[in-house]
């Protein structure tokens, strides 16, 4: 049961993004993210600024193309929002080429494609140089509740466990001839929910009685307490520092 179930998400490599400690980096994804959403409108400038440096990460990053694409998927239904929304935005209406739109929902379209790509890219950047494990340190470095690291560690490390176990079961009724072919399949796959639910509870458990009995005070042990040096912090919140500094100087600029 080590650590290597949910590896998936990660590449490996040697860039500057792989050796970041875990902690710092969370820190400046979430530095990032804060100063990309108190971007004012309509934060021409700002806002493309941090969609440069996104793409500069996923690039710095170092993952294939391929692999950054299917990551991008989770925008797509902000994509979609986006592009509906200056056709159902009510105010004052301007025309782009035969289509008349809603001014303030184009600007709001704007706002939303922009910051979500933005805080999109950099935490792709973020997940495919970062390891589950070391998230999950990172987390406990910061001193987040220890039940909360707990749970989000054994999430990750049975999650897969608990997948494979579903495909099982998939190929178990599929070899018996079930097909999921309409509403009457549905009393089976509630069925086969209720077994999986069971069976992850009943494990989960056996894990906690076999980890009580080896000890378990309820805390994962900190495996790493080195001191990073000031300018890693420097290198995490340059990110959220430009984008800031940017809107700040198009503010007071007379």
């Not at 999650?159 to 549905?186: H, N, P, Q, Y």
């Amino acid at each position: 049961m080590g650590g290597g179930h949910a590896h998936h998400l990660q590449i490996a490599g040697d860039t500057l993004l792989h050796r970041l400690p875990a902690h710092a980096k969370i820190v400046g994804l979430v530095t990032f993210a804060l100063a990309v959403v108190a971007t004012p409108a309509p934060g021409w400038v700002p806002l493309g600024t941090a969609l440069v440096i996104g793409v500069a990460l996923v690039v710095r990053s170092g993952a294939p193309g391929r692999h950054i694409g299917r990551r991008l998927l989770v925008e797509v239904p902000f994509l979609i929002f986006a592009v509906v929304l200056p056709f159902v935005a009510t105010g004052e209406r301007t025309s782009i080429g035969p289509v008349t739109v809603s001014a303030p929902g184009l600007m709001a379209s704007w706002l939303l494609v922009a910051k979500a790509t933005s805080a999109v890219l950099a935490a792709t950047a973020f997940s495919v140089t970062t390891t589950s494990r070391d998230i999950v340190a990172g987390l406990q470095r910061l001193r987040l509740p220890a039940t909360l690291v707990a749970i989000l560690s054994f999430m990750l490390r049975y999650l897969s466990v608990v997948g494979d176990e579903m495909t099982r079961m998939r190929i178990a009724r599929e070899s018996r001839g079930f097909r999921s072919r309409s509403v009457r399949s549905w009393g089976v796959l509630g069925r086969s929910l209720g077994s999986m639910f069971i069976r992850s509870f009943e494990r989960g458990d056996r894990v906690h009685v076999a980890m009580l009995s080896r000890g378990w005070t309820g805390r994962l042990p900190v495996l790493d307490e080195t001191p990073v040096a000031g300018r890693t912090w420097l290198q995490v919140l340059t990110p959220a520092a430009l984008v800031l500094c940017v809107a700040a100087f198009l503010a007071v600029r007379p």
